[in-house]
């Protein structure tokens, strides 16, 4: 579950760490046993939760091996700058889009698409005990529709790009 305070401070404590929330600091917690929410009267937040079987096998993919151990996060998230701001901006919009009944949530490829985006915010945000092995990349070999796919972003990076055209000079389906 990932926390934005709109309103107020919250605190949480999950086996014996504290946590503090507010405006410009997120909280990031896997509810559990032993873990609390402490609000202050006035607080006002916002809550998406994602299923942790879903991140961890965006995790598993994208590590291209099985978890040995279940992903854990850090709790505070700095919403201020890099990813973290990028995925505090899709939260922000994916709970507007939850309040109309003809958006996201309403279409189940866009709402897919979606879950995989905060997915890879996600992991790639929030520091985790996986994240430098995330950051370090995969040691094998690059294949060769990876590399072309590469090339024409490189050279295109200045248009606006869709799927379909960087899997066309891949030679390659979007799906790959």
Request: aromatic share 6%.
């Amino acid at each position: 579950g990932f926390t934005t305070v709109v309103r107020g401070r919250m605190t949480l404590v999950a086996n014996g760490a504290h946590a503090t929330g507010t405006l410009d600091r997120g909280l990031a917690c896997r509810m559990g046993p032993g873990t609390r929410i402490l609000l202050s009267d006035d607080s006002l937040r916002m809550n998406v939760f994602l299923k942790a079987a879903e991140v961890e096998g965006a995790l598993e993919h994208m590590l291209d091996e099985r978890l040995r151990e279940p992903l854990v996060f850090g709790h505070e998230l700095d919403w201020s700058r890099g990813l973290a701001a990028s995925l505090k901006g899709q939260l922000d919009f994916v709970m507007c889009e939850f309040r109309r009944t003809d958006g996201i949530a309403d279409n189940p490829v866009s709402l897919a698409s979606m879950t995989d985006l905060l997915c890879t915010l996600v992991l790639r945000a929030i520091p985790h005990k996986y994240t430098a092995r995330l950051a370090a990349g995969s040691a094998g070999a690059v294949p060769a529709y990876v590399r072309r796919a590469e090339e024409f972003m490189r050279t295109h990076c200045a248009e606006p790009i869709r799927m379909a055209q960087v899997a066309a000079a891949a030679g390659c389906s979007v799906r790959t």
